[in-house]
């Protein structure tokens, strides 16, 4: 079967990661129940900064800042409602449906695959290991957008045309071509001595195991990379698939001794942005913004399942296992770069006994974070306006700086709120909606409990 295209493979790892987060962060059965009640502020224990995670390539290109002020003036003008056959495109204007087809979308992916080529063959020539890596793993081609799409009908009752569909010669020279961009990724990753370089060849063979990805190893990632929680645990992962109970147990004890917890989120993105020259076209950063959020969100998931298997409400009735389950959750609660290595550090607190003022205070910390991020959410027809492009490009470049942590906190210093405030605005639009919920069985809508 053809794999989906970039942008459904986005929203499916987005997905799929909002999800995680949001069964993590509801608790786990084990837990101890946790007050919603607010707590004051100051209850928050103050979190290490985020360290910062190395961008190659040229800083922050100052056309951005012009382009933000063009997409605030036509967020202005545009501020009439959409119908329900119109998107607002940014630097076009609205666009219409016509003859009540479908729009029309084609500019979006004719200005994305241009942009992407070019962002790639300058990738490639950058002195930087990072970027070139970047530009292997950016050749990735998934196949046409249609690909996964059902399949056309036929007969007499039919009225749209059939889409052109790939043909095995095609297909075949599409795998060829990325077994070799694989390949080429993991031949760099054997002679770097940089923990991001390898963490993504590693990642993408995860991904599309074979060929020279054999000469790969947790061993060797965890050996570039021995600060990084992230690392340790993809040993234990592995050892865990092996049965080696000896090498799980030393991976989780020395992941527990780690500085950070870091999966490296977002660099591909922000990389990629940050690579497109001055002036690019809002659109077109948008589509390259789509395309590598696409890719790299196929990329492997790390050890976390084996982690909270082995630091489970059984496990950690042993006194040596919840000690090291317990140094994991103050490093994964407190220095890690990821919501979800947070959500997970969360979670093993609860398990571990911590104390339910210290799981309500980091509840409140995540509660005004998600509030905080709702802006960034599309509404219908707005995907390729002008400030929404501006928002996801911030967001990207500060995630890709700062970590995902590091970026949702300067939200919440954007919103001029405290995290109490926002905290409880964020409680109080849940309950609204579960009690529409309530009120609309046949709506089809399930709440979710608090």
Sequence with gaps: MTPPSNATRATVGFAVVALLLALVWQGTPDAPAVPHDPVVVEAIEPAASAPLIPMPGPPLIEGFAALYGEAASAAA??????????????GIGRVKAKGGQPLDRSLFTTAGDAAHRRLVAALAQQPDELARATALL???DDGPSHANAP??????????????QESDPQRQARVGANASQRDALAQMAVATRSPAVYTLAWRACRANPGGACQMLSTRQL????????DAWLEVASEADQRGETGLVDEALYRASKAST???????????????L?????????????ERAAGIESALAMPGLKTLMQHCDATAV????????????AELMARRSTSLLDMAIGQALGARVGWPSERLQALRLERDAMSQAMKPMAIATGTEWSCAQIERETKWALDRGQFGEIGAARMLIARTGQNVAALARQYNDDRAAASARAASSPASGVVALAP
């Design 77 to 90: 003008a545009a501020s009439a409602p959409l119908a329900a056959d119109e998107i607002e495109v940014c």
């Design 138 to 140: 950016l050749q990735r």
């Design 151 to 164: 399949q056309a009908c036929e007969g007499a009752d039919c009225s749209a045309p059939a889409e052109p």
């Design 222 to 229: 965890a050996t570039l990379d021995p600060t990084n929680a």
């Design 261 to 275: 917890a870091d999966l490296r989120w977002g660099q591909v993105s922000a990389l990629a942005l940050r690579s």
């Design 277 to 289: 020259p001055p002036g690019t076209p809002a659109i077109e950063r948008r589509a390259v913004m």
């Design 317 to 328: 009735r042993d006194g040596n296992r919840l000690q090291v389950c317990a140094d994991l």
